[in-house]
């Protein structure tokens, strides 16, 4: 650096610092979600691996891709209210940013085991029995 002045050094120095957490945010990886999904059915029910496709179809739209920046963790619980709460205590412990529910039982379960992840679920017959 011959024949730079002390104040051009500085102001480059300045320059460069204030850069790199600009150029260091840039390169950060987006982070990936992580959303739970509770159902009350078999992996091989017809309505809903349409209703999972329907799904996956609105995340895709919305700009989630899976595998890129969204991961599913689906359980396929049946109706057995047993099994129901068995896969929703191991969608809570891998705690998902969301878990997303189908049904009473399933929302019934989840908000029994877990008050802190958020739940979002659809299909509920009595609102007030869940939602307090």
């Not at 999904?37 to 799904?55: K, S, T």
């Not at 068995?86 to 969608?91: M, N, P």
């Amino acid at each position: 650096m011959p024949g730079m002045r002390r104040r051009d050094f500085v102001a480059l120095l300045g320059g460069a610092a204030a850069a790199w957490p600009l150029a260091a945010g840039a390169q950060q990886p987006e982070r990936m979600r992580r959303i739970g999904v509770l159902l009350p059915a078999a992996e091989n029910d017809p309505e809903f691996q349409a209703r999972m496709r329907a799904f996956q179809q609105g995340l895709l739209e919305s700009g989630w891709s899976i595998g890129r920046n969204v991961q599913l963790d689906v359980r396929w619980a049946g109706p057995n209210a047993a099994k129901i709460r068995q896969q929703a205590e191991e969608l809570v412990a891998i705690a998902p940013d969301v878990i997303f529910a189908t049904g009473g039982t399933p929302v019934a379960a989840l908000q029994q085991i877990n008050r802190s992840l958020p739940i979002v679920f659809v299909q509920v017959p009595d609102r007030s029995r869940f939602c307090r």
